[in-house]
Nanobody, 124 residues
Framework: QVQLVESGGGWVQAGGSLRLSCAAS????????MGWFRQAPVKERESVAA????????YYADSVKGRFTVSRDNAENTVYLQMNSLKPEDTAVYYC?????????????????WGQGTQVNVSS
């Protein structure tokens, strides 16, 4: 089992920035690729970003490319999502997730463990 706890959500004006963190515990963090997903009201969960277990590759949804950056610190068992130039349409609950498979980095069905989510609200 892997336990994931997100933090760093909140309110921000359009154009602002937030940094989300996801702290992992349980099995060795470095064994898992990590992803960020989000879900807005009445919308399906969508992928945001992902990072390989050793941090050598990252993946982004088109909607956040150039604005969001995913990173990880395996010594601290933490994955981050730096969000810049936020837009009202970025408003959602953001989830981090962990997977052991080597495929489907931006596919939520590939992920084995999920955090409880953190709310991000971007006002116009």
């Amino acid at each position: 089992q892997v336990q994931l706890v997100e933090s760093g959500g909140g309110w921000v004006q359009a154009g602002g920035s937030l940094r989300l963190s996801c702290a992992a515990s349980g099995r060795p963090f470095s064994r898992y690729d990590m992803g960020w997903f989000r879900q807005a009201p009445v919308k399906e969960r969508e992928s945001v970003a992902a990072i390989t277990r050793n941090g050598d590759r990252t993946y982004y949804a088109d909607s956040v490319k150039g604005r969001f950056t995913v990173s990880r610190d395996n010594a601290e068992n933490t994955v981050y999502l730096q969000m810049n130039s936020l837009k009202p349409e970025d408003t959602a609950v953001y989830y981090c997730a962990a997977k052991s498979s080597s495929y489907g980095y931006l596919n939520s069905r590939s992920y084995d463990y999920w955090g409880q989510g953190t709310q991000v609200n971007v006002s116009s």
